[in-house]
């Protein structure tokens, strides 16, 4: 607080000294102002610095004066004589041409902003593997059942769900919702939250846990409780993008982060550089910079600001003007993430990322022209292009393929990721129902869309893809992580299942290993019966059904 009043004090004199004449006409009476009009002059100044700066919560730099400087100045000339008035003239066409540099500069700090949020480039989509589960709880899903639980929290009307994100707690990849305040006047009978519910995001017969954690510092306190303006009061001259977010240790306990960093130039643009971490329950802050982060955080750079390097990375390749008018090589991100147009994703080894799709600036196309993963602790991001002499489709598209899908039930998708399924470019995407119900995964080639399927569970739909792929002509082959093995065997149990016009055959070896084919890809297969010697051609995928891509019944072909 001390900051601020001080701030105040300094910016409220200042001020006066220009405003306030000093000279008089030649004509007019020389004498000084009265006292006590400059006086409250003065203080009045010094509150209304003080106000603004309290409620708005900005940065306490000198850069951020150049409007006031502007309207001082301007007004200073106009109410002063002679020489007075030359040099508040001359400071008023500073004042000005210092406006007039942060109000462009957007338009020559492009070129900067491509720099910090350039990426590495790849062609090869990333491959997945079946026994990687994705984080596939929709948040919407994970937030309605969150709201079903409430009734775990005490003093239940004194509070509301916050914001829901996803971290990784214990190795397992759980969604967390802070407790809130619902009003003013909430916050002055309960003075602290009680905690956080936390639910699987890879489960979704989970059910939520309330977890209690006191939490007096938060969005929804007020006055010098607000964790935003808590955060302002330490770090006065920091600059921070994104909202505040909650992050919980190994042990349960709660802490706020907010990412800091530097303006690109000229108070335009954001290169993140760190956080500031906040104990909820005491108020103790520390900043780290992005390179000494704890390792319990996953994400130490908000998806504000992601988000908004996607933008610079898309639009800002060739200047600002060619992503105004030519646009060449202009590719721009999607909105359709679950966090500031970014989703949040895990790889194999537990890291968390953001994804994000690109596609075409010109109307009515839906190709995806590439997909980005920005590492939530580093801010490094890499592009990935997939094959360039392929067209994919991008994550809208997915969307509009799944709402024509299910338009008699009005279901829509959400937080649609895009995977390498057994060597196939494939957006898996929940799909809910008008009242925010998981109802199934969905699963569908962003090369070939009419090879889709959908089922309960994404391993389900994974199982049912791998099947369409090999019907649809897609690639279940070696350009996927599985090596292709052959093996003999004599046939122990069989199931058939009828799919459209084939027939998915799953059988049991004496070797105690499963397989899965399709009747379109073998159609001899639809006469195999237990005891029958087999020759199997198929992919190692590790998982519990293999996918063959070629079997021969011995006595029979």
């Known amino acids: 607080m001390g900051h601020i009043l001080l701030f105040s004090l300094i910016i409220g ?23 006590k009009f400059l006086i409250a002059f003065i203080l009045l100044l010094i509150l209304s610095v003080f106000i603004f700066y309290y409620v708005t919560n900005l940065d306490r730099n000198l850069s951020s004066l150049w409007i006031l400087a502007v309207i001082i100045t301007a007004a200073g000339t106009v109410l002063s004589t002679g020489k007075e008035r030359m040099i508040k003239a001359i400071l008023f066409l500073a004042s000005l041409a210092v406006a007039i540099f942060f109000l462009s500069a957007f338009l020559f700090n492009a070129d900067k902003k491509y720099e910090i949020a350039k990426m590495d480039i790849k062609t090869e989509i990333e491959t997945f593997d079946e026994n990687e589960t994705p984080a596939s709880v929709p948040p919407q899903f994970a937030r309605n059942k969150m709201k079903k639980a409430f009734g775990q929290v005490p003093n239940t009307s004194y509070y509301e769900l916050g914001n829901l994100q996803i971290q990784k707690v214990n190795g397992e990849y759980v969604y967390i919702a802070p407790v809130e305040f619902s009003g003013f006047f909430k ?5 602290e939250t009680p905690g956080y519910f936390t639910i699987s995001a890879t489960d979704s017969s989970a059910n939520p846990k309330f977890i209690k954690a006191e939490m007096v510092y938060t969005p929804s306190s007020y006055f010098s409780k607000n964790i935003e303006r808590h955060i302002r009061m330490q770090y006065p001259q920091y600059i ?13 306990k709660p802490h706020y982060i907010r990412s800091y960093g530097n303006f690109v130039s000229a108070r335009n643009g954001f290169d993140v550089k760190g956080i500031v971490a906040v104990d909820p329950k005491t108020g103790n802050t520390k900043d780290y910079p992005l390179k000494d ?4 955080i996953d994400g130490a750079v908000s998806p504000e600001v992601v988000s908004l390097q996607n933008s610079y990375f898309g639009n800002y390749i060739h200047g600002f003007w060619n992503s105004k008018f030519g646009k060449k090589d202009v590719k721009l991100p999607s909105d359709e993430g679950t966090e500031a147009n970014v989703s949040p994703i895990f790889d194999e080894n537990g890291e968390m990322f953001y994804f ?39 994550s809208q598209g997915a969307l509009q393929i799944i709402e024509k899908k299910f338009i008699e039930k009005k279901w829509s998708g959400e937080m649609p990721v895009l995977y390498n399924f057994y060597g196939e470019a494939s957006w898996l995407t929940p799909v809910l129902d008008a009242n925010g119900f998981l109802q199934n995964y969905f699963i569908v080639s962003a090369a070939n869309p009419e090879i889709s399927v959908y089922a309960s569970t994404p391993n389900e739909a994974l199982k049912l893809y791998k099947t369409a792929l090999q019907r649809g002509g897609g690639t279940v082959d070696g350009s996927s992580k599985a090596e292709e093995k052959q093996i003999s065997g004599t046939v122990v149990r069989v199931y058939k299942e ?34 029958d010697p087999v020759k199997v051609k198929y992919l190692d995928t590790g998982e519990s059904f293999l996918p063959a891509k070629e079997l021969v019944i011995e006595g029979l072909e």
């Open 13 to 35: 004199l200042a001020s006066a000294l220009v405003l306030i004449p000093f000279s008089k006409n030649k004509g007019e009476e020389k004498k000084q102002p009265k006292s």
């Open 187 to 191: 916050w002055l009978n309960g003075d």
């Open 240 to 252: 921070f993008y994104g909202d505040v977010q909650l992050e919980i240790d190994d042990e349960g």
């Open 293 to 296: 982060i704890p390792s319990f």
């Open 356 to 394: 994000t799709d690109f596609t075409s600036p010109k109307e009515g196309v839906d190709s995806m022209l590439g997909y980005s993963l920005t590492n939530s602790r580093t801010g490094e991001a890499t592009y990935y292009t997939g094959n360039l002499e392929e067209s994919y489709m991008d």
């Open 498 to 531: 009828k799919n459209g016009d084939f027939t998915t055959i799953s059988f049991l070896l004496n070797t105690r290993q499963s397989f899965v084919i399709s009747s379109e890809n073998s159609p001899m297969a639809i006469y195999l019966q237990e005891g």
